[in-house]
């Protein structure tokens, strides 16, 4: 006789184990990301029309290799002062898993000589209320690179979080404009990606609870904008803003809600704010002040304006950039320091590190 095999019963949901409406909602727990075994891209049009072009060269000759070590390791050091600091202010941080981006893969279609990392969960897993998107990124390199994650994902999904996947898009050519040519700073916006499929970047989307302003850019198209509007339904009102960026990729250096009321913005690509947030504070950040000769593979200085808020006062800056530290104490804010400058070689920064997971609050609307 067949011995009967019992079923465990699935485990019973934890109420608000994901649970994130908007930037400043006091901060519970938080995805940070691991940069190890990150891997340089091969060259590309996505490359090619947003990352800064006097790292052309380095692409070309590295593709498919790590980053050095020494850098790498140097970002790291810098990842886990902040972890720690995060852990000092009350913050639960989860890390994903250190996964080897070196290798080669290919789809049906084309074929890759590695990954990238596992570095900046913000720009993979938009979190809207108790729900984690898994974005349907543009870059080939990054194709795999959710994999990283899927661990914490499960483990969310178990304590009762919604876990949804977006389309996952074939990176055929035809989703790109190879005679993509650079507009220049004073140009028309020219996008290298076409309507082709769904994509988008979670980092291009900002919330403020019931409105979620998004930018389109080299690698969030109007579909994939229009998918998450479907996705979320009348819930949400989704906003597609507009600014002077020639080289769109990724709102949260241009456009940086800090508060209800308050905005940080980028001087040279936001002359005048949206019209449904007349009434806020423009708040402008100052010129950066990362050195000349410091290396950045990935983003230009603008990454100092990349900021985490813990709550409405308390936020988390470079410790380097005294200039945006003595505006943040002018507006009223706490700045906590933190030394970024080595992971800022990578391209990002403090909110591009992080993934928001739960923030003690509500859905509101702001407007």
């Given amino acids: 006789m067949q011995e009967r095999r019992r079923i465990e019963p699935a485990p019973e949901p934890i109420g608000h184990a994901v649970n994130s409406f908007n930037e400043w909602d006091p901060l519970e727990e938080v995805v940070v990301g691991v940069v190890n075994g990150a891997c340089v891209p091969e060259w590309h049009v996505t490359l090619e029309s947003t990352m800064p072009l006097n790292q052309k060269s380095f692409y070309r000759s590295n593709a498919g290799k790590p980053f050095p070590m020494e850098q790498v390791q140097a970002a790291e050091r810098d990842l886990e002062g902040f972890v720690h600091i995060l852990e000092a ?3 639960v941080v989860r890390r994903p898993s250190i996964v080897n981006h070196a290798r080669p893969f290919s789809t049906q279609d084309w074929s890759a000589p590695g990954g990238l990392y596992a570095a900046m969960p913000r720009d993979i897993l938009l979190v809207i209320g108790n729900e984690i998107i898994e974005s349907p990124m543009a870059w080939r390199s990054r ?11 499960s483990d969310y999904f178990n304590a009762g979080a919604k876990w949804t996947s ?9 989703l790109y404009d190879y005679d993509y040519e650079d507009p ?9 990606i076409t309507e082709f499929e769904p994509t988008f970047d979670a980092a291009d989307f900002i919330r403020c609870g019931k409105d979620i302003f998004v930018q389109r850019s080299n690698v969030t198209n109007l579909m994939g904008i ?10 949400y009102t989704i906003h597609v803003v507009e600014f002077k960026d020639t080289h769109p990729m990724h709102i949260d250096a241009t456009f940086m809600p800090l508060a209800p009321g308050k905005v ?3 001087p040279e690509r936001v002359f005048e704010l949206p019209r449904i947030f007349r009434g806020w504070d423009a708040l402008q950040a100052p010129e950066p002040c990362i050195p000349d000769d410091h290396c ?23 410790k380097g950039e005294e200039t945006l530290i003595r505006a943040m104490k002018r507006w009223g804010f706490k700045p906590i320091p933190c030394g970024f400058r080595n992971f800022n070689s990578f391209g990002g920064s403090f909110h591009c590190a992080t993934a928001d997971v739960r923030r003690r ?3 509101s609307s702001y407007f």
Avoid: F
Wanted: charged share 30%; aromatic share 10%; with cysteine.
């Fill in 361 to 363: 609050g509500t859905l």
């Fill in 166 to 174: 977006a389309p996952k898009p074939q990176l055929r050519d035809d």
């Fill in 296 to 318: 950045l593979y990935m983003t230009s200085k603008w990454i100092n304006m990349n900021i985490l808020m813990l709550d409405e006062e308390r936020v988390i800056v470079e």
């Fill in 184 to 192: 220049g700073e004073d140009g028309s916006p020219r996008y290298c």
């Fill in 143 to 153: 194709y795999w690179e959710i994999n990283a994650y899927r661990e914490l994902l």
């Fill in 89 to 91: 202010e009350g913050v």
């Fill in 226 to 235: 229009n998918w998450l509007r479907r996705h979320l339904g009348k819930e």
């Fill in 264 to 266: 940080l913005i980028n």
